[in-house]
């Protein structure tokens, strides 16, 4: 997939695909359509009367305890997370995402299927060009030991650090820089994971009800239980990193900057972008194209120093 980070893309070719919410259980059919500059990438629930618009952003986040659900005016679409991911690496800054239901396919777990439709549509380069959002001085958001550290960089690089008390996961750590070509290959396939004793109590309470081994690694107290094993050794910390690519994809425009994560999720994510986004001296619009012709200072870690802490 080629494209220039300077210019606004959308899809060439309407494309649909159908599948089951891993939460709601329910079936659904989703319908990708071009849009055109400026547009964003926007949900319509054509399920509900006057086909209502929820925008993919991160001010429109209603509910992260268990995935990424975006909402306005009553009208939400969950679990868009591994989309978001894939549209981002794609490229693309305008799409209509036609739904009729509440929560997007789950399809295998991970970002790969999204990825593999995207390119069969095709992107399509817009006559407009691309803002860019690029950290300026370093910050942290935490809650309880877990935090996001933010520091300025040339490029979006991630460090992102798990630690579960189980055999098979532990303490994971993986750094990535933004690159298709690696997130397809590294980081796109990864499912999203649970733990047996999770997935029992979330059903009983009517949630998790699409989740199978078919679009989720469960892990019991000392194995895994998907017959074919995991897809990589640290499939977990990898699933978190695309998390939080999708996570990031929420905000309207690519981010340069770089982050180290530590035990983080979907709330702290949006919690990051709340802070990126609506601060200002923390961040900076700029064309794509100037951003990425300056070069900045390089980065140097200081492991003593601690980056001021944004309020909740
Ligand atoms: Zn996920």
């Known amino acids: 997939m080629r494209y220039d980070l300077f210019t606004q893309h959308t899809i060439r070719a309407e494309v649909r695909f159908g599948g089951t919410g891993l939460h709601s259980g329910a079936h659904v059919h989703v319908r990708l359509r071009p849009a055109p500059p400026d547009h964003g990438v926007v949900f319509y629930r054509v399920d509900v009367p006057g086909t209502p618009a929820v925008p993919a952003r991160y001010d429109h986040v209603v509910d992260t305890s268990l995935a990424t659900v975006i909402g306005k005016d009553g009208v939400s679409v ?3 997370e591994h989309f978001m991911a894939a549209v981002r690496v794609a490229g693309l800054d305008n ?10 396919p789950v399809l295998d777990g991970s970002a790969k299927p999204f990825l593999e439709i995207l390119q069969n549509a095709g992107v399509k ?27 300025p960089s040339d490029v979006l690089r991630i460090c992102y650090t798990i630690d579960f008390p189980h055999p098979l996961v532990g303490r994971q750590a993986l750094t990535w820089s933004f690159d298709p070509g690696s997130f397809a290959r590294d980081v796109a396939s990864a499912r999203t994971f649970g733990f047996l004793r999770d997935v029992e109590s979330l059903q009983s309470r009517g949630l998790a009800l699409g989740g199978s081994l078919e679009n989720a690694v469960v892990f019991d107290d000392l194995n895994v239980l998907n017959p074919d094993g995991l897809r990589y050794r640290d499939e977990c910390v990898r699933h978190k990193v695309l998390d939080f690519v999708g996570d990031l994809g929420l905000c309207p425009f690519p981010v340069f900057g770089s982050f180290e994560a530590y035990k983080a999720g979907h709330a702290l994510h949006n919690r990051l972008l709340r802070a990126l986004c609506e601060r200002p001296g923390y961040v900076r619009f700029m064309p794509a194209a100037a951003a990425s012709a300056r070069r900045l200072m390089p980065l140097r870690p200081n492991l003593y120093w601690k980056p001021p802490v944004v309020p909740a």
């Open 78 to 80: 969950s679990t868009v």
């Open 95 to 104: 799409l209509r995402v036609e739904i009729d239901g509440v929560e997007m």
């Open 125 to 151: 380069a817009q006559r407009a060009s691309k803002q860019c959002l690029r950290v300026q001085r370093a910050f942290m958001v935490s809650e309880g030991d877990a935090y996001i550290k933010v520091f």
